[in-house]
Structure formats: C-alpha cells, structure tokens
C-alpha cells in the first residue's frame, strides 16, 4: 500500500461526502426532532457506514475472483475502449443533470431506533446505485494487490469520512446550540436545491478516471 493510493482513494471519499441524503437526515434531526438525538443519530450514522462496509466487502471479494479469473481483460483493446466510452459517455452526461429544486430530503417516519436504522438502510439502497466514487475506489483496491487487512483498513475509513461532515454538524451543534439554527437551515436549503449538482460533479469526476485509466491500452 503505498501513498498515492491513500490520497487518490480518499479524494473519492471526500467525493462522496457530497452526496446528499446522509447529511439531509442530520439536518433533518437537528433542526426538528430533539428526542434521543444523540443516540438516534449515531444509529442512524452507523447503519450507512454498516451498509456501505458490507457492499464494499462482498464487492471487493466478488471483483477479486472477476479479476483473478479474467486477469489482463482491461488490456484487451476492445474492453478498453468501452471503458472510454462510458468514461465519455459520463463525462457528458454529467452535464445535462439538472438540479431538483425544492425536492423532499429524507426523513424518518417515526421515534423509534428501528426506524432509524430502516431509514439507513433505505437511504443507503437508493444512493448506493449512484455511488460512483465508492465503486471506483474498490476498483482501484482490487487491481492493487492489497491483502485483506489493507483493503480492509481503507474501506473502514472510506466510510469513516463518508460519515464525517453529519458528525462535524453534530459537534458543532453540541458546542454552540441555537446558533447553529441558521446555518442547519441554509445547509438544508442548499441540499434541496443541489442535490442534482452534486450527482453531476460526481458523475464527471468518474467519467474522468475511466477515460484515463483506459488510455494506457486504446
């Protein structure tokens, strides 16, 4: 495992950090539902990092028998350049993405921890398909030879910084109270407004990295 690697996997996890539902749901409690915060939170917290760990694993196992059985396929010249073109395609595509304005963020429909943890779950289902930078880093992991603590390790903190900028407002909030009011406010604004800008940025970022990473064999 060397350097590199670390800092081009956690710049996919700051990528992800974009996406809008987690941190949604923690505007969402911090701004309207007081009760058993702190444990209601962390629950709901600990069930996406949970979902997103256990893809990770199962996806890492399954690439890695893929990759074992169809070693050097990418180095095919036709493979290569459907990679580039989906590259493409996303690059472009990436574009024409609107922004939902004033769309509904996610909220939990009752007190229980259950259904906090059905929120995550759920929540996790429907971004998990749009989780671009997720699968590229466990592309990366697979074709560099990490053994199963290594990538093991990373996708614990992948994960780990997924969840970050929901436990920073959650600080925060703790350490100033109702002064947090307005700004939770204009984040909650900003996640309804944005939400489709952030799946572009992602969506051209992941273009990129399939186009470039097929040059090498076109």
Same mark, same amino acid.
């Not at 709901?44 to 396929?73: E, K, N, P, Q, R």
């Given at each position: 495992?060397?350097?590199?690697?670390?800092?081009?996997? /956690?710049?996919?996890?700051?990528?992800?950090?974009?996406?809008?539902?987690?941190?949604?749901?923690?505007?969402?409690?911090? *701004?309207?539902?007081?009760?058993?915060? =702190?444990?209601?939170?962390?629950?709901?917290?600990?069930?996406?990092?949970?979902?997103?760990?256990?893809?990770?694993?199962?996806?890492?196992?399954?690439?890695?028998?893929?990759?074992?059985?169809?070693?050097?396929?990418?180095?095919?010249?036709?493979?290569?350049?459907?990679?580039?073109?989906?590259?493409?395609?996303?690059?472009?595509?990436?574009?024409?993405?609107?922004?939902? =304005?004033? &769309?509904?963020?996610?909220?939990?429909?009752?007190?229980?921890?259950? &259904?906090?943890?059905?929120? @995550?779950?759920?929540?996790?289902?429907?971004?998990?398909?749009?989780?671009?930078?997720?699968?590229?880093?466990?592309?990366?992991?697979?074709?560099?030879?990490?053994?199963?603590?290594?990538? &093991?390790?990373?996708?614990?903190?992948?994960?780990?910084?997924?969840?970050?900028?929901?436990?920073?407002?959650?600080?925060?909030?703790?350490?100033? /109270? =109702? =002064?947090?009011?307005?700004?939770?406010?204009?984040?909650? *604004?900003?996640?309804?407004?944005?939400? @489709?800008?952030?799946? &572009?940025?992602?969506?051209?970022?992941?273009?990129?990295?399939?186009?470039?990473?097929?040059?090498?064999?076109?």
């Amino acid at each position: 495992m060397n350097a590199e690697l670390l800092v081009l996997i /956690g710049g996919l996890a700051l990528l992800d950090t974009l996406s809008p539902s987690t941190l949604g749901v923690t505007v969402y409690l911090l *701004l309207t539902d007081k009760w058993k915060l =702190k444990q209601r939170l962390f629950i709901y917290l600990l069930t996406v990092a949970g979902f997103y760990f256990t893809v990770g694993v199962l996806l890492m196992l399954g690439l890695d028998y893929l990759f074992d059985t169809f070693s050097g396929i990418i180095q095919n010249r036709i493979v290569s350049w459907t990679v580039f073109i989906i590259g493409a395609i996303l690059f472009i595509v990436s574009f024409y993405i609107p922004a939902k =304005k004033n &769309s509904e963020l996610p909220a939990p429909k009752s007190r229980s921890i259950l &259904s906090m943890v059905a929120l @995550g779950i759920t929540t996790s289902i429907i971004e998990v398909g749009t989780a671009f930078p997720y699968f590229a880093a466990i592309g990366i992991m697979t074709t560099s030879s990490l053994s199963w603590v290594e990538w &093991s390790a990373i996708l614990v903190g992948y994960n780990f910084i997924m969840v970050l900028p929901p436990l920073i407002l959650f600080i925060l909030y703790l350490m100033i /109270g =109702k =002064k947090m009011q307005k700004p939770l406010e204009k984040i909650r *604004l900003k996640i309804a407004e944005h939400s @489709g800008s952030a799946l &572009s940025w992602i969506v051209c970022i992941v273009g990129i990295i399939l186009i470039f990473n097929s040059l090498d064999y076109l």
